[in-house]
Structures are given as structure tokens and as C-alpha cells.
């Protein structure tokens, strides 16, 4: 069972900046793909950013060339830098895990935490 705890959110102006943090802590492991999801008020959760265990990324159209994401296999951590932050950036972010539990793999989830873009 894989645990995960995310920091980072809060209250932010356009153009701003936030580093959210998601710490993965339990006995299943390794860790292939991590990262986040997104999900505005009213409206369906999507993909934001994730990174594979040989830290090959992906990102979102709508974020790529503002939203950096990274992790540090040692520390089973996966960060998302958030930069040029806009109004539609507002929603809660999901962070997942996939691990592998016999032959399958399982996705694990954040408690999700808030993101406001707001002047």
C-alpha cells in the first residue's frame, strides 16, 4: 500500500509562482509514473504533468513552457514548479502514483490540494 501526502497549494496572483510537493511513503514499490492531476470547480479532473521512474515527462498543452515537473527517487518525492500561474490554473491537484502490486499496477492517490490563482 502506497500512502500519498501533497503540500504546496495556497492563494497566489497571476503571474505568480507555487512548488507543490508529493511524498510517497509505504511497502509497495518502485514507483514507475508520477505526478498530477487537476480538477476545477464544476468540471472533470485532467492530467497536468507526470514523470516516469527514468524521468521521462509529459504535460498538458495548456501548462508546458510554465509548469516544471521533477522528483527525487530517494526521497519517493515527485514536485510540480508552478510558474506565470494564471486564473485557470485554479482547481485541486491530484497527485498519483503507479505502482506494481503482482501483475498488475495500481494508481494511488493524493488527498488533493488547493490551488487559487486570484488578484
Known amino acids: 500500500q502506497v500512502q500519498l501526502v501533497e503540500s504546496g497549494g495556497g492563494l497566489v496572483q497571476p503571474g505568480g509562482s507555487l512548488r507543490l510537493a508529493c511524498a510517497a511513503a509505504?511497502?509497495?514499490?518502485?514507483?514507475?509514473?508520477m505526478g498530477w492531476y487537476r480538477q476545477p470547480l464544476g468540471k472533470q479532473r485532467d492530467l497536468v504533468a507526470a514523470i516516469t521512474r527514468f524521468i521521462s515527462t509529459n504535460y498538458a498543452d495548456s501548462v508546458k513552457g510554465r509548469f516544471t515537473i521533477s522528483r527525487d527517487n530517494a526521497k519517493n518525492t515527485v514536485y510540480l514548479q508552478m510558474n506565470s500561474l494564471k486564473p485557470e490554473d485554479t482547481a485541486v491537484y491530484y497527485c498519483?502514483?503507479?505502482?506494481?502490486?503482482?501483475?498488475?499496477?495500481?494508481?494511488?492517490w493524493g488527498q488533493g490540494t488547493q490551488v487559487t490563482v486570484s488578484s
Open positions: 498519483f502514483a503507479d505502482s506494481p502490486s503482482g501483475t498488475y499496477v495500481s494508481r494511488y
Open positions: 509505504g511497502s509497495v514499490f518502485p514507483i514507475y509514473d
